[in-house]
């Protein structure tokens, strides 16, 4: 894995780990209308011997950043060396202006990931996953029920001292794929598909997989958790806060899925969608994206005016809350839900794949994701060398040309999973597997 930073001169910063042999972080700062150019900083390497990847990132402050992901084997995080117990775990990690302050292994001897970070006022660093058999945190011993994959919310200190750690077990397979701080309260999102249990509470399987949405106190108390039933399966995967406190989860399901009142039913293979509760945990909203084949809501925000932007994929012939998207296309998708919770469409990306969304302070929205091939936006052409699956990132405004793209290359291919905004920086994390350039520069 490996961690280069670039520059802007006045407008954002992503900082992206990038991972299977080698992973990359970058950070970019400084975006306006009419420079466009990026230059490359540092870069510092974070691999190690194993399949590593970075899955989820977090600013704390301007220079510093949580990051999380998983390896095998050992992984070198600055003066941290990581040995993994099993096959694979994951990591929560600390780094100060390129510089790794702690880093801590949860795992065993299963398949273990850290799958989301996210930090609170204080500085307080949570993170989120799933693990496999039995792991230890902190001292806190944790066994899987039934041997089957159970979910964990852990929180660290700023300094990286364990706080407390809470489990989402049962007998099937439970996780915890989204997490958001608002610094009183820690709201996640999840799945399970038997019984389930969290904080003594126990939730009843309603058919096939149901989704979990929690909110704790930072001390790790649960204030209250609400269910999501499915026919088949229901997949979490962004959480968000609104201006007024209230909690957007976005993701995917197949099936008929009850949110309230009678089920909304998935048209194609599954259909994405964004949920609304306030933050008591009362649902309140929802809106659907459907159509013949894969659409998901992959990730959404929230701007300075209160709008909630989302971003997802859609198969061609789909529609969001009834508007439809271009017929014979499929591509990645950028819309906007108002405080009335009306939905419109802003903009259609074909042929790429939307993972993350981060808002710059000037209304910039950077959009990161990845591509076979070229790939053009509006009159824009971007080019990914070899014709690679390409990890990029787009800036610019929600209508207009975009003002500015980062492509990331690896010799067969660049991933991104996650974006994390600050400010006038964004910070992204992916995995990429051998040599990695950045906008043809090697890293």
């Not at 000037?362 to 009159?379: A, P």
Request: aromatic share 8%; glycine share 16%; with cysteine.
């Amino acid at each position: 894995m490996l961690v280069a930073v670039r520059k802007w001169t006045g407008g954002w910063v992503p900082r992206l780990p990038l991972l299977l042999a080698a992973g990359l972080l970058t950070a970019h700062q400084g975006l306006t209308a009419s420079q466009n150019v990026l230059t490359l900083q540092h870069a510092i390497t974070l691999g190690g011997a194993g399949n590593d990847r970075a899955t989820a990132t977090a600013f704390i402050t301007t220079n510093v950043i949580a990051v999380a992901g998983v390896f095998e084997q050992t992984l070198v995080l600055g003066a941290n060396t990581l040995q993994s117990a099993g096959e694979q775990d994951g990591f929560v990690a600390v780094m100060t202006d390129g510089h790794f302050e702690w880093a801590f292994r949860i795992g065993g001897v299963g398949l273990d990931s850290v799958d989301a970070v996210c930090v609170g006022t204080n500085g307080s660093v949570y993170a989120a996953g799933r693990f496999a058999g039995t792991i230890n945190v902190g001292g806190v011993q944790l066994i899987s029920t039934a041997g089957t994959t159970d979910g964990f919310l852990v929180a660290f200190s700023r300094a990286g001292e364990f706080q407390w750690i809470r489990q989402l077990g049962g007998n099937g397979d439970e996780f915890f794929s989204a997490i958001v701080s608002n610094g009183t309260n820690v709201f996640a999102a999840g799945s399970f598909t038997q019984n389930a249990t969290l904080a003594g509470q126990t939730f009843s399987m309603s058919g096939g997989q149901s989704l979990l949405v929690a909110s704790f106190k930072t001390t790790g108390s649960l204030e209250w958790a609400r269910k999501v039933s499915s026919t088949q399966s229901i997949q979490p995967a962004c959480v968000t806060l609104t201006s007024g406190g209230d909690l957007v989860v976005g993701g995917r399901f197949t099936g008929n899925a009850t949110f309230s009142g009678p089920p909304v039913a998935s048209v194609g293979d599954y259909d994405g969608f964004l949920a609304l509760y306030t933050s008591a945990g009362t649902y309140s909203n929802r809106t659907i994206l459907s159509g013949p084949g894969m659409d998901e809501i992959t990730d959404a925000k929230v701007m300075a005016d209160g709008k909630i932007v989302a971003t997802g994929n859609f198969s061609t012939g789909a529609a969001l809350a009834g508007q439809s998207l271009p017929a014979g296309e499929t591509g990645g998708l950028i819309a906007v839900v108002d405080a009335n919770w009306n939905s419109s469409i802003a903009r259609v990306l074909p042929a790429i794949n939307a993972r993350s969304l981060a808002i710059g302070k000037r209304g910039v929205i950077h959009l990161g994701g990845y591509c076979q091939g070229d790939f053009s936006i509006g009159t824009q052409n971007f080019t990914a060398p070899s014709g690679a699956t390409s990890a990029f990132v787009l800036s610019g405004a929600l209508s207009g040309l975009v003002l500015g793209a980062t492509i990331v290359s690896g010799d067969g291919f660049a991933y991104l999973f996650r974006m994390d905004g600050f400010e006038d920086q964004v910070a992204l994390a992916g995995f990429a597997s051998g040599a990695v350039t950045v906008d043809g520069q090697p890293i």
